[in-house]
């Protein structure tokens, strides 16, 4: 049953952005409203917890499931700008089905993405790199993975907001500290083993990310282009938004050696809000993840002593787009868990 869910809520809307962007109309609504107004309503007049999978839970529908997500990825990313490039359907139509992929993008692909790169299998962990590269985003994959998980919750993490400081003022901060720190990481490593410059990741992160550019320009259009910009920027900006929001004022402590304390629940915020997670494939129990990052997201672990946000994910994000909404959200939120906002 589960798996059912899982696969309804991040699947129907792939199939209703290909509706939209080969039929227009309706459509592009339709997909809007599930991604922003359906899934808040049935959050929060649907109540469920999903049930926990035994630790370590694995089985091919959830891999499959990530695959396909992965593959259904690069289907949207064609459609739509070839929808606004070719298509006859009026800018309106146009407009609401790109908002609309580009919500699906950053709150679907990218947790199934950041699932994917994390894989121990060498294909699933490329198709998820790809995913980011295509979104002018594939540093994300080695700093995610070599200094998120690392450094998470210290000045060392781009990723990982201070208390008092704003979405807008962390945004370029952490888009410029990962894409260094992670490049710093990935360089370090390979030196370690003696590889060779010339298969560099970020070679291929920004080689691609420049293919992806061209390919879009010399197919599409210029109108294509455009699409294909806002959908990357877009996804962008929801990525930023989940780091910010789900790691905001959690500070790990440093001991009398000056090393920080272990990762633990206390470092990341979650929510146990049923259908979000289901669509963000279980990204909202950001605590366990941090604790096992190559637990498959069906077996994620959500616990009472979690730090827990006030809203669901995807509106938290929302309000993270007005520091001072989301300044006198947050202080009481970190005055339930005993620290000062």
């Not at 901060?173 to 060779?196: C, D, H, N, Y």
């Not at 909202?284 to 604790?291: E, G, K």
């Not at 995807?314 to 909404?325: C, N, S, T, W």
């Amino acid at each position: 049953m589960q798996m059912s869910l899982f696969a309804l809520a991040t699947l129907l809307p792939v199939g209703l952005i290909l509706l939209a962007a080969g039929l227009g109309g309706v459509w592009g609504w339709v997909t809007l409203v599930y991604m922003t107004g359906l899934t808040a309503a049935l959050d929060r007049y649907v109540p469920r917890l999903l049930p926990e999978r035994a630790e370590g839970a694995e089985f091919p529908a959830g891999k499959g499931l990530s695959v396909g997500l992965g593959l259904a990825h690069f289907a949207v990313l064609g459609a739509v700008p070839a929808a606004v490039a070719w298509g006859n359907h009026g800018w309106a139509s146009a407009v609401v089905t790109v908002i609309a992929a580009a919500l699906w993008l950053g709150q679907v692909s990218h947790p199934n993405a950041h699932e994917l790169i994390h894989r121990a299998a060498r294909m699933p962990r490329l198709l998820g790199r790809w995913v980011y590269v295509s979104m002018l985003f594939g540093h994300h994959a080695s700093a995610h993975v070599l200094v998120h998980h690392a450094h998470v919750g210290t000045e060392a993490d781009p990723n990982s907001a201070r208390r008092g400081q704003g979405f807008w003022r962390f945004a370029p901060r952490a888009w410029a500290g990962s894409f260094m720190a992670g490049l710093r990481a990935e360089s370090t490593r390979r030196r370690r083993v003696g590889k060779p410059w010339i298969g560099h990741p970020y070679v291929q992160y920004v080689g691609g990310a420049a293919g992806f550019v061209l390919a879009s320009a010399l197919i599409f259009g210029a109108r294509g282009l455009a699409a294909f910009l806002i959908l990357a920027l877009y996804a962008q900006l929801q990525i930023l938004l989940a780091d910010y929001v789900q790691h905001y004022g959690l500070r790990r402590r440093h001991g009398a050696d000056g090393r920080p304390e272990p990762v633990s629940d206390a470092h990341s915020w979650n929510t146990p809000h049923w259908f979000s997670s289901a669509l963000m494939v279980n990204a909202p129990r950001h605590s366990d993840h941090h604790l096992h990052p190559s637990r498959p997201y069906p077996g994620l672990r959500l616990r009472e002593t979690m730090p827990m946000l006030p809203h669901a994910l995807p509106v938290m994000a929302v309000i993270a787009l007005v520091p001072p909404l989301w300044h006198r959200v947050m202080r009481r939120a970190l005055s339930r868990i005993g620290q000062s906002g």
